[in-house]
Nanobody
Framework: QVQLVESGGGLVQAGGSLRLSCAAS????????MEWYRQAPGKQRELVAT???????NYADSVKGRFTISRDNARNTMYLQMNSLKPEDTAVYYC??????????WGQGTQVTVSS
């Protein structure tokens, strides 16, 4: 079992920055890939960024060049640095952890609101 807790969301003006954190606990040694998803009101959940255990990363085109995903294995924490935020980035952001043969674990989500 893996438990995930997100933090760092809030209200920011367009053009501003936020850093989200995702603290993992439990069977963290079994985690392979970690991800950030987001879901805006009335929209489908969207995969924002992924980071593999080896450090390779991928980003949605909508955030490429603005967001950076990282992972601090010593602190069992994943981050999402979000710069040049836009109103369309407003959403609930969720972190996930993929564990082989167990599936995907989800955090509770953190709200990010970008005002224009």
């Amino acid at each position: 079992q893996v438990q995930l807790v997100e933090s760092g969301g809030g209200l920011v003006q367009a053009g501003g920055s936020l850093r989200l954190s995702c603290a993992a606990s439990g069977s963290i040694g079994s985690i392979n890939v970690m991800e950030w998803y987001r879901q805006a009101p009335g929209k489908q959940r969207e995969l924002v960024a992924t980071i593999a255990s080896g450090g390779s990363t991928n980003y949605a085109d909508s955030v490429k060049g603005r967001f950076t995903i990282s992972r601090d294995n010593a602190r069992n924490t994943m981050y999402l640095q979000m710069n040049s935020l836009k109103p369309e980035d407003t959403a609930v952001y969720y972190c996930t952890a993929l564990v082989p043969f167990q599936g995907r674990y989800w955090g509770q989500g953190t709200q990010v609101t970008v005002s224009s």
